[in-house]
């Protein structure tokens, strides 16, 4: 019988992507995923082994391991071990998978047989999540899930992985103009790149190489200027006492302790002396 664990769990998104970060006090901790979810494990600092029906692997720091739907999976990690558990929804994934082909799958997403690991990138993505004590702000919590989602089905082995790098249609400008429009009339809400791509007809993959080709930066650098624009006007509408900068750099998606620097580096002044007024310039 697997001995059960005591463990001290944080959970730090919610969602069709769960990152939890788990402290084990004895050393041992279980995790059965439900048949709608993968799961990927991710030791930090130490290794640790995990066993389910069809394998037992060792999987050191900087590597993880998917465990498929349905799979009851035992994890072993050293004494006051910590492991990063990453739950990703089947249909979230999938969902993904068809707006980056702009086609209808038909199939659900079967990793190859584990372990795989994840690129760096994802990796340290979710490192940083869940290393982040504050909770991410509600508006920018779909673009991290997305991000999540994206960069794991590029980086693991499954059936259509070769159709992720095929090249893909480019567009006119027109097509960018058309988002850059729907960015600026909603700057506010929590937008997706599979949104906006539906909103434009095309495909992920489609929209982030033409935003590149006419736009020479990344759709996520102009979604930064523009809800930027929005934190200058609400901090030069807003007085002291009504409101403060760490409340209006999360309303709009920027993690409050990188904000000053940004909003500085972009405007020449720190962002309480907008606030304040002019007086204190």
Request: glycine share 6%.
């Amino acid at each position: 019988m697997k001995q059960q664990a005591v463990l001290r769990t944080r959970e730090v998104t919610r969602g069709p992507v769960r990152v939890e970060l788990t402290s084990s006090v004895t050393g041992m901790h279980m995790h059965t995923p439900d048949e709608h979810g993968y799961l990927v494990e991710i030791p930090v600092g130490r290794m640790m082994r995990v066993v389910d029906r069809r394998h037992e692997v060792e999987v050191l720091p900087g590597r993880a391991v998917v465990v498929e739907p349905s799979v009851d999976a035992f994890v072993d990690s050293p004494d006051r071990g910590r492991v990063v558990a990453v739950e990703v929804g089947q249909g979230a994934l999938s969902d993904m998978l068809e707006a980056l082909l702009g086609r209808t799958v038909r199939h659900p997403v079967h990793p190859a047989e584990a372990p795989q690991v994840p690129d760096r990138t994802w990796l340290s993505t979710v490192r940083r999540i869940a290393a982040d004590e504050a909770d991410v702000p509600p508006i920018g919590r779909p673009a991290i899930e997305q991000k999540l989602l994206v960069r794991l089905l590029l980086s693991l082995d499954h059936p259509d992985r070769e159709a992720l790098a095929a090249t893909v249609p480019n567009w006119g400008p027109h097509v960018i103009r058309r988002c850059l429009d729907y960015l600026e009339a909603f700057p506010g809400e929590q937008l997706t790149v599979s949104g906006l791509a539906a909103e434009a007809g095309l495909s992920v993959r489609a929209l982030h190489e033409c935003w590149i080709r006419h736009r020479e930066m990344p759709l996520t650098a102009d979604v930064a200027r523009i809800r930027l624009a929005g934190t200058h006007a609400d901090l030069e509408f807003y007085r002291p006492g009504e409101t403060t900068v760490d409340a209006i750099a999360t309303a709009w998606g920027f993690q409050p302790s990188l904000f000053p620097a940004v909003y500085e580096l972009h405007y020449g002044c720190p962002p309480e002396q907008t606030l304040r007024g002019p007086a204190f310039a």
